[in-house]
């Protein structure tokens, strides 16, 4: 019997589209700041306080709790002389932190997500560089991936600076419900690596009942999960929403309509998708067989008391793909800039010291000296397996489909910001509102116009 759970939702920010947030747009919210609003790196006795914002809601914040203690004990009236003030922000989070910079009383450091508004607020100066702070106070950058860093930095802008510090990169694996597969006949242990076996497993998975569908053999939605799965498998087949040098969009379409009509098939042709806007519940009580998401979702399944196993994604096309994404912490435009020294003090703490974090709440560590540990892929921290995580781990290697900055990012987003241009395109497919020729074409020509008026800024290419 399953455990019963209150509603689980992603461990991410609540963004929502992303509205036009420059500062010149929120100044008429001036007189009505954030009122989370704490003045930025103040004295306490003999400590630095240091004020960050968080968006994170549930399991992940917990442990980042326990991070903000560690620091705060090692560095009370020793070591660094700072204190964090950690401040829970979980909604709104985007119009609060550019109102609150507008306003002059922004937190020191908060949350980001690379290649989101963080693009913008870096051209916009909501967000500080950061390459020469961390030089400052001896954060080693080399110890950084460089698709870590990449991912951090607008060239576009000038220079190479990163606009924020990695904390951990997090990409898709196969997750499966051990019971359900078992009760299949299939082996958990070996589980799908091409197209044919992967079919041959969601078919073998999916229960049906006076011609219904009760247990799925792949949960999905209808927008941003369905979305990202017709955009990992597109690229698996060589499609790219924006050529290299950033001057065209969809290459190889004929590859993107192969993708999407692999998802069709799925829902239609051979019917192991019952479409759900709570997958994590259809996950946990067995109704999903099986679903492909990110890192975030290890906690909660082991909360649910799931005995589940993740495993490496099957490639559909000619080539291994897989979604990309770059957490971090950012530095917020403070009156006073001296402030910022002390604030990145603390981010590298942090940073140096992230192990419970990149081996018990979140993805794959950024960090070189600690990806190689010869510990890390065998430390269970959290109840953070290794057969949860070597699928993420060994993921990495080949995960390429992340987010497209500029203005228009939203436009080209599968997974982080919803409702997103693309998954109301894949919405209309899925309810046959639109052909998969039609919505290729349609979704190139966005995407075409988006990059023609100066919507799309790719780094470095």
């Known amino acids: 019997m399953r455990n019963s759970r209150g ?3 992603r461990l991410r920010r609540p963004r929502g589209r992303r509205a036009a947030v420059g500062i010149v747009a929120v100044l008429t919210l001036f007189l009505s700041a954030c009122s989370n609003s704490t003045p930025a790196a103040t004295k306490s006795g003999g400590n630095t306080v240091v004020t960050m914002w968080s968006w994170l809601s ?9 991070m903000i203690k560690a620091f705060n004990k090692a560095n009370d009236n020793k070591g660094l002389h700072e204190q964090i003030k950690l401040t829970p922000v979980v909604s709104d989070y985007t119009t609060k932190i550019v109102s609150a910079v507008t306003a002059g009383d922004a937190p020191d450091f908060g949350w980001a997500s690379a290649g989101l508004e963080e693009y913008q607020w870096a051209k916009e100066g909501v967000i500080v560089p950061l390459t020469s702070l961390a030089k400052q106070v001896g954060l080693n950058l080399s110890d950084f991936s460089q698709q870590s860093l990449s991912d951090a930095s607008y060239p576009s802008l000038g220079g190479k600076t990163i606009y924020m510090v990695p904390t951990d990169l997090s990409d898709f694996a196969l997750e499966i419900n051990v019971k359900e597969a078992k009760a299949a006949g299939l082996n958990p242990a070996d589980p799908p690596t091409n197209a044919q076996q992967f079919l041959k497993w969601v078919q073998a998975l999916t229960i049906r009942k006076n011609g219904k569908i009760v247990q799925s053999g792949l949960g999905s939605d209808l927008a941003g999960v369905a979305t990202t799965y017709w955009g990992i498998v597109a690229a698996q087949y060589g499609f790219q929403r924006v050529s ?3 001057k065209t969009a969809c290459v190889d379409p004929a590859a993107g309509e192969a993708a999407m009509n692999w998802l069709l098939n799925l829902f239609y042709k051979y019917k192991v998708i019952n479409p759900t806007t709570t997958l994590y519940q259809s ?10 998401e990110g890192p975030w979702t290890i906690f909660g399944n082991n909360q649910a008391g799931l005995d589940w196993e993740a495993a490496p994604l099957p490639v559909i096309g000619s080539k291994p793909a897989n979604y990309f994404e770059d957490d971090g912490l950012e530095v917020y435009r403070q009156k006073n800039t001296a402030s910022y020294k002390a604030t990145m003090e603390a981010i590298k703490w942090l940073s140096d010291n992230s192990w419970p974090w990149v081996t018990g709440a979140r993805g794959v560590t950024p960090r070189l000296s600690l990806l190689h540990r010869s510990d890390y892929d065998t430390t269970d921290t959290n109840g953070f397996l290794p057969k949860y995580r070597l699928a993420y781990i060994n993921g990495m290697s080949y995960a390429d489909v992340a987010s497209i900055p500029g203005p228009d990012m939203s436009d080209f987003e599968y997974y982080e910001v919803s409702p997103a241009y693309i998954q109301t395109e894949v919405s209309r497919v899925l309810a046959h509102q639109l052909t998969v020729p039609n919505f290729m074409s349609t979704v190139c020509a966005k995407w075409q116009s988006d990059i023609n008026s100066g919507g799309v800024l790719l780094k470095g290419y």
């Open 283 to 292: 996950f946990d009580t067995g109704q999903s067989a099986m679903m492909m």
């Open 7 to 9: 509603i689980r939702s």
């Open 244 to 246: 290299s040098n950033g």
């Open 58 to 66: 549930a399991s992940d914040a917990q442990v980042w709790g326990q």
